[in-house]
């Protein structure tokens, strides 16, 4: 039987002993603490010279690795010296250490697919941890190090892989801000104030990278508020830390070091373990060597969960905007001024706002599939109404789109969606997709399908059209702005429902070859196309509004029939409160809003608690999914993406929402009073034509 010692700098309470198999031969494998004393490390190393087959020097502190030269020399000259002086093979670990950093980042990557995209990084010690950074660098920028506050108190920190570069030469402008004589003299507020600025930016980050060495010394006073919900890379986590980091919140441990043995050891035991199964000195193992053996021996990383159940929490970015210049009345300080000024002033302040920089409203937590993949992201404002934006060239909206998308990477999103008007505006995102950093989805896909969703629950609640399992409705239904990205696919989907649609636009071209479209998709549909709507107004039983006319008027509320339900899917709306209290025999429903799954916590987007929009809730099932592409941009939205949505929605929890109007969610007392009122319409709208022909008769007699 094979012996591997590890001779550690380590505390003796920590010593073990028991045999395993490696490679296919049998090993004893001891640790051995000295407790810092280094005489005795030596005197140990000499002692086991020649009983053991390979020795590990535990608890070294390794030099950085981006340093200056003569550093990485003076350390290896003092172990080629040591090794000399022994003839059994010694090793500290560094070659595998080395190799385990990168190969542990991409298992990871590769295994759970953009598990590091866009992520805020902190380093605790890039110095340490700059083999680590030069990859995570592939998968995102956001990469803070805190070496300047931890290893200078200086109160800075560095943002970028070439400034920790520079650093690391000496020649970074934040040497510049050493302490001088007056606040080392000052130690302590010094010393506070430092460990405000490390633990904010511990709250910000997503992934706090912890070198092995001083573990405890780095996240000394840190607490759940620091390390809540972050994801920990470490190399050898013990037992002890895994308990310490789940007593803080963490939610997932990334150990570069590989436990391929009953218990966690450090990496200068694996490597001593290789070393005797080859029997080879350790200058004679190679990165490929241990890159070779990784794999064959499938030694991947850890990835522990300390609360015992697999997370990830994915991030998005949502861009909103003011619908109305009425909706910056919601800020107090405008609403307060607002109330003593002329109308003049909020339509000053209404251009004003729009070429103001993009601003977080609020951030979205708490979203948890039932698969248990979570999401938070930030709902990001422009401040343009439909009517600056339609004021301006489409370049001017595409601009604070794209300030938006490079705000949500910084921020950490994966993903950003296009909402209300920022989705219409110029090539509906097309041109914003190409450009930004990060991909963009308009949310048209589950627009269209939450609005069907809507409708159909509407058309049974209401419960005035008979529905027959297994067959089309019988009944009459229209879609506004046919041929538009949203309405053609309603087409499409009503057509599969009910027994006739009518197509309605200002393009007859279009609508001719959207009806071509869809009979050979559904053969046997009665469709009809239609550039003036109000003729048929007064028959329909459904009505689909689907245009993008920003304000203009679309149909005239007061000629439809009574009970008819109005899907209103167009933003901003195409019917205002006061066209729709017109007529209270009429049920308009703003479109399929989403329930979240979860308990999402955000700030109020004037719809009821876990509801959002439906082109929002496209953003998140993709996060969930972890679907970071371009999904729905342009004028086209593919019917195949419609459904693709819709079944990824059901697989994450999304439900259809309480059905919401104008006025807020609609009660099923709401929609029985609205059932009451069409039936009442309808029945004195059969008495006055059963009394219009007895008069036509009557005359008819007459004459």
Known sequence: MKQVISISLGASKDDYQFETEFLGQ???????????????????????????????????????????????????????????????????????????????????EHKFGNYFKNAKVLFLSGMTSYKIAKVMAEYTDNLTFADPVIENDISKLIHSLAGL?????????????????????????LQKWNQYVLKKAMQKATIIVVPNYNFYTYLKDTSIEELGGKIIITSTAYDDRVEFLK?????????????????????????????????KKSDMIHADDLLEI??????????????????????????IHPLSKEFLKKDKAIDFISGFTPPIFLDAVEKVVAYAPPWVYSKVTGIKSPTGAEAEGWLITVGGTPKQMLAHSPEFTYKRLLQAARMAKRMGAQIM????????????????????????????????????????????????????????????????????AIGS????????????????GRNTAKLLALQQSILDETPGVNLKITTKPDRYLSEMDVIVTATSGAGKKILDITKVKPGCIITDVARPLDLSPEDVAKRPDVLVIESGEIELPGNPEMKSIGLPKKVVYA?????????????????????????????????????????????????????????????????????????????????GICAGGKA
């Open 165 to 189: 570069e520079k650093y690391a030469r000496g020649v970074h402008e934040v040497l510049d801000w050493l302490p001088g004589k007056r606040l080392t003299s000052s130690v302590v507020p």
């Open 417 to 484: 969606g296009l909402g209300a008007f920022t989705k219409v505006v110029g090539d509906a995102g097309v041109t914003v997709a190409k450009k930004a950093d990060i991909p963009i989805t308009t949310g048209n896909s589950y627009s269209a399908s939450g609005a069907l969703w809507a409708g159909a629950d509407a058309v049974r609640r209401m419960g005035l059209i008979k529905i027959e399992p297994g067959r089309k409705i019988a009944a009459k239904t229209m879609v506004l702005g046919a041929s538009g």
């Open 294 to 319: 990784i794999s064959m021996q499938k030694m991947d990383p850890r990835v522990i969960y300390p609360s015992g159940q697999e997370k990830r929490i994915n991030r998005f970015a949502f861009v």
């Open 26 to 108: 049998q090993f004893l494998v001891r640790r051995i603490g000295t407790d810092g004393n280094r005489d005795l490390a030596a005197e140990k190393l000499l002692e086991y010279d020649k009983q053991a087959d390979a020795i590990g020097l535990g608890n070294i502190k390794f030099p950085h690795a981006i340093s200056p030269g003569y550093l990485t020399k003076k350390h290896d000259d003092k172990i080629k010296t040591l090794g000399k002086r022994i003839q059994t093979p010694v090793t500290t670990g560094a070659a595998l250490r080395d190799v385990s950093f990168e190969w542990s980042l991409r298992f990871v």
């Open 489 to 504: 696919v309603c087409c499409r989907l009503l057509a599969k429902a009910f027994d006739e649609v009518i197509l309605a």
């Open 247 to 279: 007593a803080r919140g963490v939610d997932i441990i990334i150990d570069t070091t590989p436990k391929i043995l009953e218990r966690v050891v450090a990496p200068n035991v694996i490597e001593a373990l290789i070393l005797a199964a080859l029997e």
């Open 615 to 695: 082109c929002l809730a496209e953003t998140i099932v993709l996060a969930l999914e972890g679907r970071y592409e371009i999904f729905t941009v342009g004028r086209e939205i593919e019917w195949e993406k419609v459904r693709e949505i819709y079944k990824m929605g059901l697989k994450h929890g999304m439900k259809l929402a309480a059905i919401s109007g104008v006025n807020g969610v609609f009660s099923d007392q709401d929609i029985l009073k609205v059932r009451d009122l069409a039936l009442e319409a309808r029945k004195k709208d059969g008495q006055q034509g059963e009394q219009a022909d007895q008069t």
